[in-house]
Nanobody, 125 residues
Framework: HVQLVESGGGSVQAGGSLRLSCAASGFTYSRYCMGWFRQAPGKEREGVAAIESDGSTSYADSVKGRFIITKDNAKNTITLQMNNLKPEDSGVYLC????????????????????WGEGTQVTVS
């Protein structure tokens, strides 16, 4: 049973930074893809960043150059460093995982992921 628990959300002024973490338990696959998604009220869920077990990363165009996704295999954790935050970055950020390496077109698509966390709120004003 896979559990994903997000932490690190909060409120910040535009231009500030936040660091989100996702701790995975029951997840011991040698090949996997993990990602961050966000959902704002009235909007569709949007893929933000993804990282695969081989270290390759993918980013939405809207966050390239501002967000960095990393993984810590020893701690079974991924993090999302978010810099130069904008009000449009606000939303609930959810961690997702799948026990496969995903085709590029699926890495930022919710269709590619089986397991999901409950999310953490990020508010940028």
């Amino acid at each position: 049973h896979v559990q994903l628990v997000e932490s690190g959300g909060g409120s910040v002024q535009a231009g500030g930074s936040l660091r989100l973490s996702c701790a995975a338990s029951g997840f011991t696959y040698s090949r996997y893809c993990m990602g961050w998604f966000r959902q704002a009220p009235g909007k569709e869920r949007e893929g933000v960043a993804a990282i695969e077990s081989d270290g390759s990363t993918s980013y939405a165009d809207s966050v390239k150059g501002r967000f960095i996704i990393t993984k810590d295999n020893a701690k079974n954790t991924i993090t999302l460093q978010m810099n130069n935050l904008k009000p449009e970055d606000s939303g609930v950020y959810l961690c997702a995982a799948d026990r496969r390496l995903l085709q590029p077109r699926l890495r930022l698509s919710e269709l590619g992921y089986k397991d999901w966390g409950e999310g953490t709120q990020v508010t940028v004003s």
